[in-house]
């Protein structure tokens, strides 16, 4: 380890002796004051760095600010000195669902989290698969995007009305994952038919009630995603949906709509040219 310390073989050596759990106190403190601000930053998120070596990270003259943020989320810092570092959040990264971890957060850690006053601490809480309602309620509204968008993501009962509006303001990252959360809502979709955003159009297909007019205009959408959610929508007008069997696109889609009677069914099982296709029992 010595070796790394003194004479690196290459540049990345210090950024992965960083990570070590198993680090002695004095490396810690040799670290924290190493000249790349990488190794800084690995260093400023131990939960066994010193209170003297927090004090000069939270002033660390990184232009990037990448290592006063790292400090700044340390669990041993109060509200108050956590107010006092000059950090920024990022906003241009993803916000996925990510796995329970396979031993659970201590709930009064994580509600520390959830009511903290810094977004990534409230973005950490927001992860938990076991949220309470009261936290849920607090954080679906919160300030932060990446607050609101990562519960979405995550929460198996995250509410309707979350999820739409985290559908609609994020554009990163796993974003259609929000639409096949259990709680996203069908009813009143419709409304984004018209919408600039292709993604969003394509939400009004999902709507039970969306009117056939409107169905059959978007099978005609300039985004091809939309036209085959389209073609499949059971309230596309039969002579369209007939016209769409035979179109080159979105034959496919149109088979698999289930405004399909049997009988066409069976007449599109027969004209089946390839002979190990589906036999008609699966299509019934």
């Given at each position: 380890m010595d070796s790394v310390l003194t004479a690196p073989a290459g540049e990345n050596e210090r950024r992965m002796i960083a990570y070590n759990p198993s680090l002695p106190a004095d490396v810690v403190v040799l670290l924290a004051a190493d000249p790349d601000p990488e190794v800084r930053e690995r260093i400023a998120y131990r939960a066994d760095l010193g209170p003297a070596e927090r004090r000069a990270l939270a002033v660390d003259p990184d232009p990037k600010v990448k290592v006063r943020l790292a400090v700044s989320v340390h669990p041993a810092l109060s509200e108050r000195e956590r107010a006092a570092i000059d950090y920024e959040v990022p906003t241009d990264r993803g916000f996925h669902q990510r796995p329970a971890p396979s031993v659970p957060r201590d709930p009064e850690d994580v509600r520390r989290d959830a009511l903290s006053a810094h977004p990534v601490l409230r973005r950490k809480a927001a992860r938990?698969?076991?949220?309470?309602?009261?936290?849920?309620?607090?954080?679906?509204?919160?300030?932060?995007?990446?607050?609101?968008?990562?519960?979405?993501?995550?929460?198996?009962?995250?509410?309707?009305?979350?999820?739409?509006?985290?559908?609609?303001?994020?554009?990163?990252?796993?974003?259609?994952?929000?639409?096949?959360?259990?709680?996203?809502?069908?009813?009143?979709?419709?409304?984004?038919?018209?919408?600039?955003?292709?993604?969003?159009?394509?939400?009004?297909?999902?709507?039970?009630?969306?009117?056939?007019?409107?169905?059959?205009?978007?099978?005609?959408?300039?985004?091809?995603?939309?036209?085959?959610?389209?073609?499949?929508?059971?309230?596309?007008?039969?002579?369209?949906?007939?016209?769409?069997?035979?179109?080159?696109?979105?034959?496919?889609?149109?088979?698999?709509?289930?405004?399909?009677?049997?009988?066409?069914?069976?007449?599109?099982?027969?004209?089946?040219?390839?002979?190990?296709?589906?036999?008609?029992?699966?299509?019934?």
């Open positions: 938990v698969h076991e949220l309470p309602p009261d936290l849920v309620a607090r954080l679906a509204d919160d300030e932060d995007l990446g607050v609101r968008v990562t519960l979405a993501q995550n929460h198996p009962d995250a509410p309707a009305a979350l999820l739409l509006r985290s559908f609609l303001e994020y554009t990163g990252p796993d974003r259609a994952h929000l639409a096949t959360r259990p709680n996203f809502p069908t009813a009143r979709l419709a409304a984004f038919a018209d919408h600039e955003d292709p993604e969003v159009r394509a939400l009004a297909v999902r709507d039970p009630e969306t009117a056939p007019a409107v169905v059959e205009r978007l099978t005609s959408d300039p985004d091809p995603a939309v036209r085959a959610a389209a073609a499949r929508h059971p309230n596309l007008p039969r002579p369209r949906l007939t016209e769409l069997l035979d179109d080159e696109e979105l034959a496919h889609p149109a088979a698999a709509n289930p405004a399909l009677d049997v009988a066409e069914i069976r007449r599109l099982a027969r004209t089946l040219g390839d002979p190990a296709g589906p036999c008609v029992d699966t299509l019934i």
